[in-house]
């Protein structure tokens, strides 16, 4: 069973999960679903709405994304954690994604 990433191009933060997936090829197996997506946008919100992990980042106005569901259908919005409990190598720099926006905050705020 796959991993599902919830997640948007133009988030710093997807980003960065984008160049760590890329830096280690083959080593976790994903259902990406950008929320640009009408129907994993549905998907998210639902889970948005109902799932605890997003309390806090609920109440501080923010999105809540990269969002993970791993194969137990546990949440985690702490990627960095994730992948390095999967033996990722986290990579932060995203000079090599294409940018294709400055953030997906809402007022500045981070995802």
Excluded: Y
């Excluded at 997807?14 to 080593?27: E, Y």
């Excluded at 109440?59 to 985690?76: M, N, Q």
């Amino acid at each position: 069973m796959a991993v599902k990433i919830f997640g948007n191009p133009t988030c710093p933060d997807c980003m960065k999960l984008q160049a760590t997936l890329m830096a280690n090829p083959g080593k976790l197996d994903i259902e990406p679903n950008d929320i640009r997506d009408l129907g994993a946008l549905k998907s998210f919100l639902k889970l948005r709405d109902t799932d605890s992990a997003f309390t806090e980042i609920r109440e501080k106005g923010g999105i809540g994304i990269p969002c993970i569901v791993d194969e137990t259908g546990k949440v985690t919005l702490d990627w960095r954690s994730f992948v390095s409990s999967r033996g990722l190598n986290v990579v932060e720099d995203i000079s090599g994604i294409p940018a294709t926006g400055v953030a997906c905050s809402l007022k500045d705020r981070n995802c």
